[in-house]
């Protein structure tokens, strides 16, 4: 796993000063871009979690999407977005949570999960924790268990495991 991380680390670019002065952007779209180094990280993923019983994938709009939607084609279990407000067509189900500066919503559709579900969410990013935390709220709304969380890339400084409470955090590079 080291050589995956190492890789990791000399792929991802640092853009200073966004989205706002003073903030390091880790981009992982270099990751994209390269099929092999994804391919090994979706693998990893799909290595660590397939003993856990997982269910269903949760990505997070947006770029939880890019690494959800195919581990969970690795897993063969079932992909489901937790999306921003007004882009689901179906019923949803809402969280509203707190940020620095006002308030964000996720929303998942009402069937996506259920009782009995083992929920893995994935993001490409752990800052704060505060996206990652309202996902857990929206499942367990829903009924269902969160398995784990995992991410690409986790800024520890930013203490977003804290978030998290007791929920297993999997997190490939560290900031």
């Known amino acids: ?12 670019r640092d853009i200073p000063d966004f989205p706002k002065p003073g903030i390091v952007f880790k981009d992982i779209t270099p990751i994209l871009s390269d099929a092999n180094l994804f391919k090994r990280t979706i693998r ?3 290595r660590v979690y397939q003993d856990r019983e997982i269910t269903a994938i949760v990505g ?8 959800g ?7 063969g ?5 937790a999306r921003k407000p ?6 949803v189900v809402a969280f509203e949570y707190e940020l620095e500066y006002g308030t964000n919503r996720l929303e998942m559709h009402i069937d996506a999960v259920g009782a009995g579900d083992n929920v893995l969410i994935i993001d490409d990013l752990l ?3 505060g996206t990652a935390a309202a996902t857990v709220k929206l499942i367990e709304k829903l009924g269902a ?6 991410f690409a890339v986790e800024l520890t400084f930013l203490d977003g495991r804290k978030q998290l409470g007791t929920i297993p955090v999997e997190s490939l590079v560290l900031y």
């Open 86 to 91: 007004g882009k689901l067509p179906y019923e």
């Open 127 to 129: 800052a704060t924790g």
């Open 44 to 46: 990893h993923f799909a």
């Open 77 to 81: 279990v079932p992909f489901i977005p």
């Open 1 to 12: 796993m080291s050589d995956l991380i190492t890789d990791l680390k000399a792929t991802i």
């Open 60 to 67: 997070m709009e947006s770029r939880g999407f890019l690494f």
């Open 145 to 150: 268990q969160v398995a784990g969380c995992a």
């Open 69 to 75: 939607a195919p581990l969970a084609l690795e897993l």
